[in-house]
């Protein structure tokens, strides 16, 4: 079984500069977050969706930060104006519904911003 | 709202001896704890977990007990290995909601040396 796959692996930014990353769920999971894992940290929820929706975004610093899923199944992180306190790993994680099921992480894009 | 602490950030082992990586919780509901081991570069997987009170739970030769009195689910290991090297992360979501939306610690790095 194909496991959570993010895109690129690594970037390296100036400040003010845009960034996306891009996350594919397990095929099936309906259910989709982003966190955010500054270096020696543990992860931090940004946003999830289940299907489309977005269920929660208060996390998600809205003014520069923003995440879609369109079709319910892949999923785009977006930085508009990056700044050095966003250096960190993103990581993806699928779920399929309910709160008792497993979370599925990908090994995440770590981003430097310089 | 919801928090965990794991109290130690580095531990340093010798292969073969016992180790216990300290969790311990807050929470308003019903509690769901979670071990999680990430290597390096590698994806976060589910190493553990729980919502049952004084019931041990294994894996791969980890072991947990959740015990609601003490707020507490610390991972232990009866004999380290190399392979055991990794950062471990605790993390708690809770029974009331409809998805797993999961609270971080800020994790244990464990280095096993020969």
């Known amino acids: 079984e194909a496991g959570v796959t993010q895109s690129p692996r690594y970037a390296v930014l100036q400040e003010g500069q845009a960034v996306s990353f891009w996350c594919d769920p397990i095929?099936?999971?309906?259910?989709l977050y982003w966190y955010q894992q500054p270096r020696d940290q543990g992860p931090q929820l940004l946003v999830y969706?289940?299907?489309?929706?977005?269920?929660?975004n208060s996390q998600l610093p809205s003014d520069r930060f923003s995440a879609v899923r369109p079709k319910g199944t892949n999923s785009t992180l977006k930085i508009q104006s990056a700044k050095q306190g966003d250096t960190a790993t993103y990581l993806c994680?699928?779920?399929?519904?309910?709160?008792?099921?497993?979370?599925?992480f990908g090994a995440g894009t770590r981003l430097s911003v310089l | 709202g919801d928090s965990v602490t794991q109290t130690e950030g580095l531990v340093t082992l010798t292969k073969g001896l016992p180790v216990m990586l300290n969790c311990t919780y807050q929470?308003?509901?019903?509690?769901?704890l979670f071990w999680y081991v990430q290597h390096l570069n590698e994806a976060p997987k589910l190493l553990l977990k729980?919502?049952?009170?004084?019931k041990r739970t294994e894996h791969q030769g980890f072991y947990a007990t959740l015990h609601k009195s003490s707020s507490s689910f610390h991972l232990q290991k009866s004999s380290v290995q190399l392979s055991d090297s990794a950062l471990y992360f605790c993390?708690?979501?809770?029974?009331?909601?409809?998805?797993?939306?999961?609270?971080f610690g800020a994790g244990t790095r464990l280095a096993v040396c020969p």
């Open positions: 994680a699928s779920s399929f519904g309910g709160s008792q099921n497993t979370l599925y």
């Open positions: 095929s099936g999971h309906d259910t």
């Open positions: 969706f289940r299907d489309e929706a977005v269920i929660d």
């Open positions: 929470t308003t509901y019903s509690p769901f």
């Open positions: 729980s919502s049952t009170d004084n």
């Open positions: 993390a708690l979501s809770d029974l009331s909601g409809s998805f797993n939306k999961l609270t």
